[in-house]
T-cell receptor
Framework: KNEVEQSPQNLTAQEGEFITINCSYS?????LHWLQQHPGGGIVSLFM???GKKKHGRLIATINIQEKHSSLHITASHPRDSAVYIC???????????FGQGTILTVHP | ETGVTQSPTHLIKTRGQQVTLRCSSQ?????VSWYQQALGQGPQFIFQ???????GRGNFPPRFSGLQFPNYSSELNVNALELDDSALYLC??????????????????FGQGTRLTVV
């Protein structure tokens, strides 16, 4: 079992739909990152959170430390949101990030 | 766009050769981590440098080595290249306040990656 598990692995939505991607982790963390990766490879950091909830535009990230679970929500999804979304757990011994396998999101017009 | 730049963006090497990849960290950042991402997989941690010292390493053989310079830029060197080394290599920089995972740190910013193909 991977230390960081994401679900679903693939997600297809129609424009305007509300989207949720889930991330569960089994290791102790100092923070959890949500990242976006487009074809071509570059990674963009969306959120870093260690408790509670953060919001940026149409994106919302939540984390429950006790349950070791985090979610990324996208409201009013748009085709430009199509990308791979990755959660990554930052360890407590040093800053190593352990990545989930990613969720491939495709939003159709 | 982040302030983290990687060079080169693409590279083709022959099996057995050596390669050096470079990463310029975001201004003010003192920590650089390197990751290998094989096609269709999530990135895997190679190692991390904090204030010019390696302070963490993943499950990669010694032919993967690195350096961090006084300006906190970093290099990843791979010797005796193998076909399986073909991957996207990503670096991430952050400002860490103690070098430990829970000693306080800023968000990590990633470069665009170097795509290495070994033939």
């Amino acid at each position: 079992k991977n230390e960081v598990e994401q679900s679903p692995q693939n997600l297809t939505a129609q424009e305007g739909e509300f989207i949720t991607i889930n991330c569960s982790y089994s290791v102790g963390i100092s923070a959890l990152h949500w990242l976006q990766q487009h074809p071509g490879g570059g990674i963009v950091s969306l959120f870093m959170l260690s408790s509670g909830k953060k919001k940026h535009g149409r994106l919302i990230a939540t984390i429950n430390i006790q349950e070791k679970h985090s979610s990324l929500h996208i409201t009013a999804s748009h085709p430009r949101d199509s990308a791979v979304y990755i959660c990554a757990a930052r360890g407590t011994s040093y800053g190593k990030l352990t990545f989930g396998q990613g969720t491939i999101l495709t939003v159709h017009p | 766009e982040t302030g983290v730049t990687q060079s080169p963006t693409h590279l083709i090497k022959t099996r057995g050769q050596q390669v050096t990849l470079r990463c310029s960290s975001q201004s003010g950042h003192n920590t650089v981590s390197w990751y290998q991402q094989a096609l269709g997989q999530g990135p895997q941690f190679i190692f991390q440098y904090y204030r010019e010292e390696e302070n963490g390493r993943g499950n990669f053989p010694p032919r993967f080595s690195g350096l961090q310079f006084p300006n906190y830029s970093s290099e990843l060197n791979v010797n005796a290249l193998e076909l399986d080394d073909s991957a996207l290599y990503l670096c991430a920089s952050s400002l860490d306040f103690g070098g430990q995972g829970n000693s306080g740190h800023t968000e990590a910013f990633f470069g665009q990656g170097t795509r290495l193909t070994v033939v």
